[in-house]
């Protein structure tokens, strides 16, 4: 049975303590958490953080340009957001391209990261889907623009760690 919150606080103090015993420098950072895995074993996981997302267009994109995406997790569940400019080749076609993860994923259904995405300004309503892509463990954006200009959009999608 996982520790509660009171349990892991109380078992971050006493490893604290026990850093400061061994002489070593600081205390274990803020941006971690301990979970228990409930065999008297814990592990760490990182809080939060930014990534630069590499980028696989796959259809109807002559360029997509990504700005230092965030994310945050929380156990296994990871949540991304950040903003990225779409140049289509076409309007009102089917456009496509893939973002990696900040934290790697088995993922083996396209069910196990959803969010979606969305533009501002003069192309107000643009909106597309973001999908887990199982073969290569990526983020798979899909959209239809409404125009063939460079247009700016924000996204934000959650995962599983698996």
Known sequence: ?????????????????????????????ARTIL???GLGGAKWYELSGTYTPTIVLEANAAAVTVSTAYYL??????????????DPTLAATSTLFTLSL???????????????FWSGGTATGNAGEIRGNDVDDTARFSINPVGAANV???YSYGYRVI
Not at 2 to 20: C, F, H, Q, Y
Not at 73 to 86: Q, T
Request: no cysteine; charged share 20%; hydrophobic share 40%.
């Open 35 to 37: 979970q228990s895995n």
């Open 102 to 116: 900040p934290i790697a994923s088995a993922l083996t259904s396209i069910t196990q990261l959803a969010g979606g």
């Open 152 to 154: 700016a959009y924000y």
């Open 73 to 86: 997790r929380v156990g296994n569940v990871v949540a991304v957001f950040g903003r990225l400019e779409m």
């Open 1 to 29: 049975m996982p520790k509660s919150n009171a349990e892991l606080g109380a078992e971050i103090e006493r490893l604290n303590d026990i850093v400061r015993r061994l002489g070593l420098d600081g205390e274990i950072p």
